[in-house]
């Protein structure tokens, strides 16, 4: 259940995309959203804002009135500040647009994942959602490593949005769920049923065999009687002396993977859920299946099994959360 949402925004598409689909969530769960700005550094602000914020000032000055809420800040600051609520005000009505209601807004001023993760922390926030490109794109809000970051360090789960304002969740036809059988991939499958029955959505779990695994990380992430005999012997005498578990044991243990997250997802009220056994590299196969398929969303867990080559594991989950075409989720 998702009850409490953080979006940060620098006004950039990316982020805009973020807060509608913020927006949207909030709306569709009834949860309250704190819309973040963190102050631009210097030479961060784009053109357009600047000249909206000089503008601000001048008119109050005109009539005698302060316009931040700030006397003793230098001019300088006071003018971050202007953006800053000028950036807020624009979330906000973005973010009613599509459908949120609870809205708290802050602005803030520091490094910008160490606040985003500030937030998160103190707020209790569930689920962030923000997007992968900011205004300045050497050292914008959101860019590459400040979005890794927090989605490596975050105490939830996280939503990163690379396009501009999209379609709205309930427009959704197709979620895909990467999934390991680790146990965030699990949660990861709860999480995606829950999405997918609200918004009506077909389910497509997607497993790629994994190569590497030991037999004892095997047997973490499945129930070894429901293999064949053969299947356990092969992980039996893996362990010995080199773990070597054969490609068709690992594509029966893959089958029971899909199985157990199918029965995960559909206890959550998904009707429409297909399964799908890849192969080759898992980040190349989930990008190049979403695309294929058109995918609205993608769903995994924030952790994979450890392996090196794992499906979910570090470089996987970061390549597909920064190059996938639709949103990524990654499930804490």
Same mark, same amino acid.
């Given at each position: ?96 647009? $599509? #459908?949120?209601?609870? +809205?708290?807004? %802050?602005? =803030? ?10 937030? /998160? @922390? ?114 039996? $005498? #893996?362990?010995?002396? +080199?773990?070597? %578990?054969? =490609? ?10 899909? /199985? @157990? ?72």
């Amino acid at each position: 259940m998702i009850r409490s949402i953080l979006v940060p925004t620098d006004h950039s598409a990316s982020a805009n995309g973020a807060v509608a689909l913020a927006g949207d969530l909030a709306g569709l769960y009834g949860a309250r959203l704190t819309i973040l700005h963190v102050g631009f550094r210097d030479g961060e602000a784009p053109r357009e804002l600047r000249d909206q914020a000089e503008l601000a000032f001048a008119n109050a000055e005109a009539v005698g009135q302060p316009v931040s809420e700030h006397a003793e800040w230098s001019p300088h600051h006071q003018m971050l500040e202007v953006m800053g609520r000028m950036i807020l005000t624009e979330a906000r009505a973005r973010a009613q647009r $599509h #459908g949120a209601h609870n +809205i708290v807004e %802050v602005l =803030d001023f520091g490094d910008d994942a160490e606040r985003i993760l500030h937030h /998160a @922390r103190r707020r209790n926030i569930d689920t962030i959602v923000m997007g992968t490109r900011g205004q300045n794109q050497l050292q914008g809000l959101l860019l590459g490593s400040v979005s890794s970051k927090v989605q490596h360090l975050a105490p939830c789960t996280t939503v990163l949005v690379r396009q501009p304002e999209g379609s709205r969740l309930r427009d959704y036809r197709t979620i895909l769920v990467a999934t390991d059988g680790s146990e965030h991939a699990l949660k990861a499958s709860r999480f995606a049923g829950r999405m997918a029955h609200k918004a009506d959505a077909s389910l497509v779990f997607v497993h790629v065999p994994l190569k590497g695994a030991s037999p004892e990380q095997i047997a973490a992430i499945v129930d070894i009687q429901d293999l064949s005999a053969r299947a356990r012997e092969d992980l039996h $005498h #893996g362990s010995l002396p +080199i773990p070597i %578990v054969s =490609d068709t044991t690992l594509e029966e243990v893959g089958r029971a993977i899909l /199985a @157990r997250a199918r029965a995960a997802a559909e206890a959550e009220g998904v009707g429409r859920v297909e399964t799908i056994l890849g192969s080759g590299d898992p980040a190349r196969v989930i990008l190049e299946f979403a695309r294929a398929r058109q995918v609205d969303l993608i769903v995994m867990g924030s952790r994979g099994v450890g392996v090196v080559e794992g499906l979910l594991l570090g470089s996987a989950s970061n390549k597909v959360s920064h190059l996938a075409e639709c949103p990524v989720v990654a499930v804490r």
